[in-house]
């Protein structure tokens, strides 16, 4: 069983940063094609940033140059490191992962396993 369990959101001001946490309990991350996705009120999910088997990496166009993903395969955490936040990015932000490959950020579709999600709002 995958349990994936999110943290570090927070509420910013606008040119803020904030480190989100995605610690993974039950299988090496480095094992496992895995993503960050947020969800805003009244939109839909929609991929953040992802990373593969390889480590190679996928970002959203709107995120590119602001946000990295990385993982510490020693601890078995996925990490999302936003800088220069803006409020656009205030949201829900989730960490899903899956055993099989993703081509790309994928959808959210592709994914079996999701954590709770953690807020982050950022103020103007």
């Known amino acids: 069983q995958v349990q994936l369990t999110e943290s570090g959101g927070a509420s910013v001001q606008a040119g803020g940063s904030v480190r989100l946490s995605c610690a993974n309990s039950?299988?090496?991350?480095?094992?496992?094609?895995m993503a960050w996705f947020r969800q805003a009120p009244g939109s839909q999910r929609e991929g953040v940033a992802s990373?593969?088997?390889?480590?190679?990496?996928v970002y959203h166009e709107d995120v590119r140059g602001r946000f990295t993903i990385t993982r510490d395969s020693a601890k078995n955490i996925l990490y999302l490191q936003m800088n220069n936040l803006q409020p656009e990015d205030t949201a829900t932000y989730y960490c899903?992962?899956?055993?099989?490959?993703?081509?790309?950020?994928?959808?959210?579709?592709?994914?079996?396993?999701w954590g709770q999600g953690t807020q982050v709002t950022v103020s103007s």
């Open positions: 899903a992962a899956e055993f099989l490959y993703i081509s790309g950020m994928g959808d959210p579709t592709d994914y079996r396993f």
């Open positions: 039950a299988s090496p991350v480095s094992r496992m094609c």
């Open positions: 990373i593969d088997y390889d480590d190679i990496t």
